[in-house]
């Protein structure tokens, strides 16, 4: 029986129609959610990324600001905008789009955020406090995981979940959102990694196979356990076709796993489209601290 598909697409315009909802609320009360993207450079993924959140936080009427900055811009110049930026009332969530020329230390950039205008969940203070389980700002690509899984209906308390990836942005994140005492977690989690022997004998234990691996493909049919849940974080470019559209892929075998599991995300229109919107999410949730 082929795999339920879980669209992140349709799942990103439930929430966005709730956060837009709730924005209409605070401007009730005078407050206005404000995001500021920051872009050093002209790299053409990062420019449409960031045309990407710019547009989304229009459409669900956010105040939005779009900071181009030339990629010889030194780190200190650097480090005084997002300064500036944390004293502007205006502004509730910063992000500074990666990656960054060669010559700024992104761990000085992102750590300068003052991490209550961390919308993207990068900073120290809010990674410990995802995992001791405080009230923090989740990385958007995890908790947009997280709520795919729980609108979806799949349950994780007790699942056995294995994540394929330990990177900061996701591997590890996940991993330490699923295994808290919380509602959508209470999962028993394991991670493999590019070091793990026989990765095959921990994905095919899986009632949650979570794969950020960053390999098209890796995850073939016969690792699979039957009737599992599939989430696939991978988007691997794979040539273009006749007409110039890019063809991608996941980390995923996604034809022959869908066979087998009995739900999955595609790629692309699977987790991608939850990632803005969970930025959309913290930022909202940081205006709505404000008092007033």
Known sequence: MTAKLIKGKEIAEQIRAEIKAETDKLAARGIQPGLVTILVGENPASQSYVRAKQKTAHELGFYSVQDDLPADITQEALLAKID?????????????????????????????INPDKDVDGFHPVNVGRMVVGAPAYLPCTPYGIQQMLIRSGV??????????????????????MLLQKAAGANATVTICHTRTKDMASHTR????????????????????????????????????????????????????????????????????????????????????????
């Open 84 to 112: 500036r930026y944390n004293k502007d009332a205006k502004i509730h969530g910063i992000l500074v789009q990666l990656p960054l020329p060669k010559h700024i230390n992104e761990n000085k950039i992102l750590y300068a």
């Open 205 to 292: 234990r899986a009632d949650i196979l979570i794969v950020a691996a960053g390999v098209p493909k890796a995850i073939t049919a016969d690792m699979v356990k039957p009737g599992s849940v599939v989430i696939d974080v991978g988007v691997n470019e794979m040539g273009k076709t006749a007409e110039g559209k890019r063809i991608l892929v996941g980390d995923v075998d996604f034809d022959a796993v869908k066979e087998v599991a009995s739900a999955i995300t595609p790629v692309p229109g699977g987790v991608g489209p939850m990632t803005i919107t969970m930025l959309m999410l913290n930022t909202l949730n940081a205006a709505s601290r404000v008092k007033k």
């Open 155 to 176: 349950k994780t308390e007790g699942a056995e979940v294995v994540v394929v990836g330990r990177s900061n942005i996701v591997g590890k994140p996940i991993a330490n």
